[in-house]
């Protein structure tokens, strides 16, 4: 008997041995194509040898050394460079060990920063429903994700949540994608009259909602409508990037395709690349500097905050991300896998809508594409295990169109993607969705 308190103590797990390219292997040889990086955590794949010799050049310089006592190089390094493409000077850089501490370090920063302006009671943040934002409590109450919150729902903070912004379900006959992001982002203002803008902190979104919507772009104009609304109010625009950060998209931020800019973003599985375990919350100078001036620093830290091997291998992905221009790469195979999706299942009875940016695309599944009525939520399961049965790893979710009903398949594959792993991904999801519809 295993002593490991598995994710599903039920379900028998291969045991991963070993990575290289865009293929894992189990135990037994068999091999998978990586169409997912797990949750859009591995853009350079498996067995990188550049982030490898990274990582044990540091090791042998310093594994680990406590940010209260010290800094290090890479974590100088790597903070430089982030802030350097957020493009604001003077921003700041807070590692952490993954997207959920990234995202619990924001709500903090903006309690911190609104008290430092003497607004004591500007404590919530609005969030948005069919949204993920991570498990640990804090992260969790800004969840909009019914599935991941039904147990834990009385310790959660009851803040406001507005309606996604999913045009695929939500924008109306007739409307045009501009006018349905604008009635989207006023939901944000309505939000905020009802609960009065000196009682909310921050507002939070997915720039691409990633899990729980399956790569769900804003309408065009949304984020700009919500970057007046918050400026408007005095209220802090927080971009969860978690997912769709760090190249994922095709721009470095997935902010950049949105003509804004906001005063935090959070990021993480790309940052590390599955390498070590790394996060971060990256603030405006505005934030840091008020915060610092009135309290003399910001009231957290944890012990792995700004691992120096973590910061290693960060700077590592990034390097090799800029030197092979992979950026480019994950734009051209992003709209090549895009139109091989489009051109294997536009007569699929089951594919509602194929959507997403760069590298990072979703497949919503119906029962029916003329009415949209929505797949069962179980499908999702189904599919993961069908595709691992297949030697293919891709992240299906359930619960897309309402919480309730609705799956889809989230691809997310590792950025060294060439043409014959997109035609090797297309082939065996189609047979997987033959065996599994
Ligand atoms: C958008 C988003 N935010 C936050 C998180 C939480 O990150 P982590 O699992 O690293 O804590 C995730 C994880 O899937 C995510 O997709």
């Known amino acids: 008997m295993s002593s490991v308190f598995y ?84 921003c700041r850089v807070y ?29 919530a943040i609005i969030s948005r429903e069919q949204s993920y934002h991570g498990n640990t409590v804090g992260a969790l109450s800004l969840s909009g994700n019914p599935g991941r919150r039904e147990i834990f729902a009385p310790l959660l903070h009851d803040w406001p949540r507005i309606e996604p ?7 109306r006959d007739g409307e045009s ?39 769900v772009p804003p309408a065009p104009g949304y984020f700009r409508k919500v970057r007046e609304i918050c400026d408007r109010h005095e209220i802090l625009f927080i971009l969860d990037e978690v997912m769709s950060g760090c190249g994922r998209t095709g721009t470095y931020f997935a902010f950049e395709q949105d003509g804004v800019v906001p005063d935090i973003v959070t990021i993480a599985k790309g940052l590390g690349g599955g390498y070590q375990a790394i996060g971060a919350t990256i603030v405006c100078a505005e934030i840091h500097d008020k915060i610092v001036d009135r309290f003399g620093s910001f009231e957290h830290g944890h012990t792995y905050v700004g691992h120096a091997t973590a910061c290693a291998a960060a700077l590592a992905v990034a390097g090799v991300i800029d030197r092979d221009h992979l950026l480019e790469n994950v734009r051209e195979t992003g709209s090549l896998l895009r139109s091989e999706l489009a051109a294997a299942f536009a007569e699929h009875p089951h594919v509602g809508d194929i959507r997403g940016r760069g590298l990072f695309i979703g497949i919503e599944l119906v029962t029916d594409c003329e009415t949209k009525a929505p797949a069962e939520k179980a499908l999702a399961g189904r599919i993961k295990q069908e595709a691992m049965e297949q030697g293919l790893i891709v992240y299906p979710g359930g619960g897309t169109a309402d919480g309730a009903m609705g799956a889809h398949i989230l691809l997310a594959p590792p950025f060294i993607y060439e043409k014959s792993h997109v035609d090797e991904l297309v082939g065996k999801l189609r047979s997987v969705l033959e065996r599994v519809l």
């Open 95 to 123: 590692f952490l060990s993954g997207g959920s501490e990234a995202n619990e370090t924001a709500i903090k920063i903006a309690r911190q920063y609104w008290l430092a302006h003497g607004h004591k009671n500007k404590v």
């Open 7 to 90: 994710r599903n103590p039920n379900h028998d797990y291969p045991k991963g041995m070993r990575g290289e390219g865009v293929y894992l292997y189990d135990a037994t040889g068999k091999q998978y194509l990586d169409g997912s990086g797990g949750a859009a955590v591995s853009c350079l794949g498996h067995g990188h040898p550049d982030v490898i010799a990274a990582i044990k050049a540091q090791l042998d310089e310093l594994a680990y050394a406590h940010t209260a006592f010290f800094t290090s190089e890479p974590q100088e390094e790597l903070a430089a460079g982030l802030a350097a493409r957020f493009g604001e000077e003077g």
């Open 165 to 171: 912004c999913y045009a695929y379900r939500h924008q």
């Open 177 to 215: 994608p501009e006018e349905y992001g604008a009635r989207a982002a006023q939901s944000l203002q309505d939000a905020i009259e009802e609960a009065g803008a000196d009682n909310i902190a921050a507002f939070i979104a997915e720039t691409v909602v990633g899990a729980t919507l399956g790569a």
